[in-house]
């Protein structure tokens, strides 16, 4: 099991930006979908956004497209989530893992995650 830990979370104004890094050591982290999660006060788990391997191949769940971008550097082990325009909805505990598809939407395969990042943001 590759172990994660999600940062850069924090309090923010609605509007403004935050970037959050997942750092999942493994060899075969070049090899797999990463994807970023998020599970809001009260809600389950709900998938934000995946990047494919390599990175060429990115998809986001309709709330966040055209204000997050996902990206990762596969010589660092890393994936970021560049969060702009940030709003009171986007407020939540993001983590990361490695990501694939079902029939009812992105998930992840593994059942263990990290202890993720909060990010609050204010009106």
């Known amino acids: 099991q590759v172990r994660l830990v999600e940062s850069g979370g924090g309090f923010i104004q609605a509007g403004g930006s935050l970037n959050l890094t997942c750092f999942a050591p493994?060899?075969?982290?070049?090899?797999?979908?990463m994807g970023w999660f998020r599970q809001a006060p009260g809600k389950e788990r709900e998938f934000v956004a995946i990047?494919?391997?390599?990175?060429?191949?990115?998809y986001y769940t309709d709330s966040v497209k055209g204000r997050f971008t996902v990206s990762r550097d596969n010589s660092k082990n890393t994936i970021y989530l560049q969060m702009n325009d940030l709003k009171p909805e986007d407020t939540a505990v993001y983590y990361c893992?490695?990501?694939?598809?079902?029939?009812?939407?992105?998930?992840?395969?593994?059942?263990?995650w990290g202890q993720g990042t909060q990010v609050t943001v204010s009106t």
């Open positions: 990047i494919s391997w390599n990175g060429a191949v990115t």
């Open positions: 893992n490695m990501a694939t598809k079902y029939e009812t939407g992105w998930g992840s395969p593994y059942s263990t």
């Open positions: 493994s060899p075969s982290f070049g090899d797999i979908v």
